[in-house]
């Protein structure tokens, strides 16, 4: 006799199962993320998802032992090698995010068809488009002859006994992991219950087959990927494909790798032709810049094992309001306010009646201490109405004291910036750099208040 299905409320953002309805949801606090699902009883076989009721002993291995380094896939794709450490690792799982149009689904199109016209086998599942569809931007993109197969599918188990005929896939692409639906799960498409079970099954197929797996995630309005954390657990590196819709640079980011590191960035470019590789950003994040106009100064920053020089631009304008306005755009708010209390403590020079701007040309998004310094000389520089030299760079974090900290990676920094054609480094006075191959003119600083003293009267 069958088992009757029982009906159960999943909260949509943790997992969390409650046995009836609330408004608000006691794992995490949401609200109204609580959808009824039920649990359709016994599980047909084949699809991944059945219960086993005895299990088999397992070897056991010392911890001590001879091992050797994963092996790599190239994908083709320098900018996506470097963010992934070095190519796709077969049998690893990937998962993918990013907003609508920022550009995921052509970036995996010309990671498959890279890797077909390389004699790999490389198969992509459209659960949100057509195949004409897919098609179409294929030939868009000039990749219209290349040996990738394609298909339009939602159904787990249809895509499960797909790729188990024939030779191996070498890579699975799956756009994207909320439109596929197990039917063993009475619940929609999307709600934890399948992505959960879609996610699962496609991992073991993955790791048992050898085959590389690429899942796209959609994400929510605070740009993080939907569905349960649970998911982002399962896989083996989680990347977010993210930028700015009214500027063409689109950055990749790993925020989770077992195979790599995640301090990594791919910097692409979009283009007519699709996203292209961009070798040396520095160039393409600096763009135009007017000498003229107080408020802009360069950061050398670090992302991963990369230099990239950034322009930081301010502007600090009288307010009428009774609380200034304090906007930022690619940097940290709170850390903008502490940035502001050290100016005013320290230095002397008050925000308090002004409303602060503070913009990271290009769409990047910058979370590296050592930008406070840049930072900085970019509020006073606009406070003061003193154009920065457009020659000169800064780097360097800036504790609660004023002091201004070392920071790592100081002899990359500033070779970045004299290989860009700058004259004079502004950095923190402690820390060690290799200045045999070095012509930039250095100017050490150990407090905040002595650049301050250069560009505004300090009480």
């Not at 219209?144 to 896939?169: D, F, K």
């Not at 609660?400 to 860009?420: C, D, F, W």
Request: proline fraction near 5%.
């Amino acid at each position: 006799m069958a088992r009757p299905a029982r009906a159960a409320f999943v909260c949509q953002n943790c997992g969390s199962i409650a046995s009836r309805w609330a408004g608000k949801c006691a794992g995490c606090g949401e609200w109204n993320t609580l959808v009824e699902e039920t649990d359709a009883g016994p599980v047909p076989p084949g699809t991944g998802l059945t219960r086993t009721t005895r299990g088999r002993a397992v070897a056991l291995e010392p911890l001590a032992g001879s091992s050797q380094s994963a092996p790599r896939i190239a994908t083709g794709l320098a900018e996506l090698d470097r963010v992934t450490g070095g190519g796709i690792v077969p049998g690893s799982a990937l998962l993918i995010g990013g907003e609508p149009g920022i550009g995921k689904s052509t970036l995996l199109l010309q990671l498959a068809a890279s890797l077909a016209a390389a004699g790999h086998r490389a198969v992509y599942f459209s659960g949100e488009e057509a195949v004409a569809q897919v098609r179409l931007r294929a030939d868009r993109l000039g990749l219209a002859q290349a040996p990738v197969s394609l298909a339009s599918e939602t159904n787990l188990a249809n895509i499960l006994a797909t790729l188990a005929e024939g030779r191996r896939p070498d890579l699975v692409v799956i756009d994207s992991i909320q439109t596929l639906w197990a039917d063993a799960l009475d619940a929609a498409p999307g709600t934890v219950s399948q992505v959960r079970a879609a996610t699962q099954a496609l991992i073991r197929f993955a790791k048992s087959h050898g085959s590389a797996l690429l899942l796209v995630g959609h994400v929510t309005k605070d740009g993080q990927i939907a569905g349960p954390k649970v998911v982002e657990h399962m896989v083996d590196t989680v990347l977010y494909f993210e930028g700015d819709r009214g500027h063409p640079f689109r950055i990749l980011r790993a925020v989770k790798n077992r195979f790599g590191a995640t301090d990594e960035i791919g910097v692409f470019e979009m283009a007519g032709q699709g996203l292209r590789e961009v070798a040396n950003p520095s160039e393409l994040f600096l763009g135009d810049r007017d000498a003229d106009t107080p408020g802009a100064a360069v950061f050398a920053g670090i992302e991963g094992t990369r230099p990239l020089l950034v322009e930081i631009q301010a502007l600090v304008a009288p307010s009428t309001l009774g609380t200034p306005r304090r906007a930022v755009v690619g940097w940290d708010a709170s850390r903008l306010a502490m940035l502001l209390a050290v100016l005013d403590a320290r230095c002397g020079l008050s925000f308090a009646q002004t409303d602060v701007y503070l913009n990271v040309a290009g769409g990047l998004k910058i979370a590296e201490p050592a930008a406070d310094l840049a930072a900085a000389a970019a509020l006073i520089s606009s406070i003061s109405g003193v154009a920065l030299p457009q020659n000169q760079v800064f780097f360097g974090e800036i504790s609660l004291s004023g002091a201004v900290r070392a920071a790592a990676h100081m002899t990359t920094r500033l070779k970045e910036a004299q290989k860009l054609g700058f004259k004079r480094a502004v950095l923190p006075q402690a820390g060690e750099v290799d200045t045999a191959a070095l012509t930039l003119s250095l100017h050490r600083i150990p407090h905040l208040k002595a650049l301050a003293e250069q560009l505004a009267p300090c009480d």
